[in-house]
């Protein structure tokens, strides 16, 4: 009972107080509320770029190469980026590299499967390492045999039902 009638004078005290001095409270309160905002958006923020490819095998061992490359004609590449030789040139030359790939992303490509044309389909264009470093789940086919010819694709499930109607029909149709 003397517990509860605490918290109670307390509150009244408090509630009075910033009635008493309106905008001195104002001013507090939006101080703290936009501190916490803050600090929120700066964990969630934080945890967000933590986690990036995390469900990969071995995840901690994957790097990823950022260029800063400067041209003579001003022309510059910022980003994670390199020239087609470098995957190759790592493994060779550095011990600690087990085993290197090569991507190139296009955002717009055209396909034809059968007589439908697809355009604006998201390619990635990889070397057979692929599946090696990053860990997928198949739900048909073999990750060692997916890109072991040239002109192979690897299909998201919503591409195969896109295309084939359904991941199973897709497996049938091309194997």
Known sequence: LKTTTMIKNFLITAIRALMRRKMHSFINILGLTIGMAATLLIISYIY?????????????????IYSDISLP?????NGPATLGNVAPKLQDQLPSVKKAVRMTSYR?????????????VKFIWADTTFFDIFSFNFIHGNPQLALANPFQAVLTEEMAIKMFGSADEAYEKTY
């Open 48 to 64: 967000h770029e933590l986690s990036y490819d995390k469900f990969h095998k071995n995840y901690d061992h994957i790097y990823r």
């Open 73 to 77: 004609n001003g022309n510059g590449v």
């Open 108 to 120: 717009r490509a055209d396909m034809q499967v059968e007589e439908h044309r697809y355009t604006s």
